[in-house]
């Protein structure tokens, strides 16, 4: 999915941003992108849930040192 990034909202025509805005919006969650990219995690997420992909980092160890994981049937398994 390509990244949405909010224009300023201007004084004036409020409608027209808004719905260029909004189409905006709607584009980019239509577009595929050619990869992922993974920021490194240098300690558990706070929040995740079933499906969470990451790219762990030291100190963070989930298990088998960096690399990416996949949180499955309550714990995280590494991808490589």
Do not use: H
């Amino acid at each position: 999915m390509a990244r949405y990034t909010p224009a300023t909202v201007p004084a004036g025509d409020l409608q027209a941003f808004l719905s260029e805005e909004l189409s905006k919006i709607a584009q980019s969650t239509e577009t595929a992108d050619a990869m992922l990219m993974l920021d490194p995690l240098f300690a558990p997420p706070k929040k995740f849930r079933e499906g969470a992909i990451v790219f762990a980092k030291a100190p963070w160890n989930p298990g088998s040192g960096d690399g990416v994981y996949c949180f499955r049937a309550g714990s995280w398994r590494f991808l490589g």
